[in-house]
């Protein structure tokens, strides 16, 4: 869906969340073989159950590329990704959990390398379907300023 949006069309605090995705076993093997991070902590179940989370656990790689792709359903032309900060696996993501992210306008703030544009901060939460903060980061973004 497209939605058109200027910097100045941006709200402090306005928050939308995603539908959710359910994690799978076949996602957890597809990202290591993807990633080449065959590490223990993700596909051997004997080993875990060695650990403190006793399962075997997705890919904080995963975690974010499943969250973010969860807020993938809108399209601005007047904005493009700046990049992502502060991003943190406060708990685990096992098979079998539910995930959903929310977003909200966390700041605007100006650009001082370009005029033409400010920066929104959207801060981006995934939390599994217990309530558990799975991944927090903080996406921004270069909007356009509608009178650049």
Not at 48 to 71: R, S
Request: aromatic share 10%.
């Amino acid at each position: 869906m497209e939605k058109e949006q200027y910097f100045e069309d941006y709200v402090l605090n306005e928050a939308r969340v995603t539908l959710g995705r359910t994690i799978t076993e076949t996602d957890i093997v597809f990202h290591a073989g993807h990633s080449g991070d065959f590490f223990p902590h993700h596909v051997d179940k004997e080993w875990c159950k060695t650990q403190p989370f006793g399962a075997p656990i997705a890919h904080g790689t995963m975690t974010f590329a499943i969250g973010i792709g969860l807020t993938a359903t809108q399209i601005n032309p007047r904005a493009f990704t700046y990049g992502y900060e502060r991003l943190r696996f406060p708990n685990p993501v096992y098979a079998g959990d539910t995930i959903t992210t929310t977003v909200t306008i966390g700041a605007l703030e100006e650009d001082p390398k370009r005029p033409a544009y400010g920066r929104v901060i959207e801060v981006c939460e995934t939390k599994n379907h217990d309530g558990k903060t799975v991944m927090y980061c903080e996406h921004i973004l270069l909007a356009e300023r509608r009178n650049a």
